[in-house]
């Protein structure tokens, strides 16, 4: 089984920064992208931004220019550094991530989530 545990999220002021982390466990042979989702109340989850292994990076049109993804592939870990944080990124924020397994079969898996609250 392999599992991702996000941490970093919480409470923050318009305007104000947070880190969030995604570290993989597993039988992991190799992981191919990571990227971050988030699912706001009554809306659904959308793609924030993503990374592949080789460190290429897209981002939602939203978040450009303030949130930053970067990975550490020696931990298996992926962050998303988000700054001038709005009242309209507060959501559930997801790790997802596309790895190779011990028996080489191609996976996708998801976090548990983590929130990320923006007050005005």
């Known amino acids: 089984q392999v599992q991702l545990v996000e941490s970093g999220g919480g409470l923050v002021q318009a305007g104000g920064s947070l880190r969030l982390s995604c570290a993989a466990s597993g039988r992991i042979f190799s992981i191919n992208s990571m990227a971050w989702y988030r699912q706001a109340p009554g809306k659904q989850r959308e793609l924030v931004g993503a990374?592949?292994?080789?460190?290429?990076?897209n981002y939602a049109d939203s978040v450009k220019g303030r949130f930053t993804i970067s990975r550490d592939n020696a931990k298996n870990t992926v962050y998303l550094q988000m700054n001038s944080l709005k009242p309209e990124d507060t959501a559930v924020y997801y790790c997802?991530?596309?790895?190779?397994?011990?028996?080489?079969?191609?996976?996708?898996?998801w976090g548990q989530g983590t929130l990320v609250t923006v007050s005005s």
């Open positions: 990374i592949t292994r080789g460190g290429s990076t």
């Open positions: 997802n991530a596309e790895y190779i397994d011990s028996d080489y079969v191609v996976r996708r898996v």
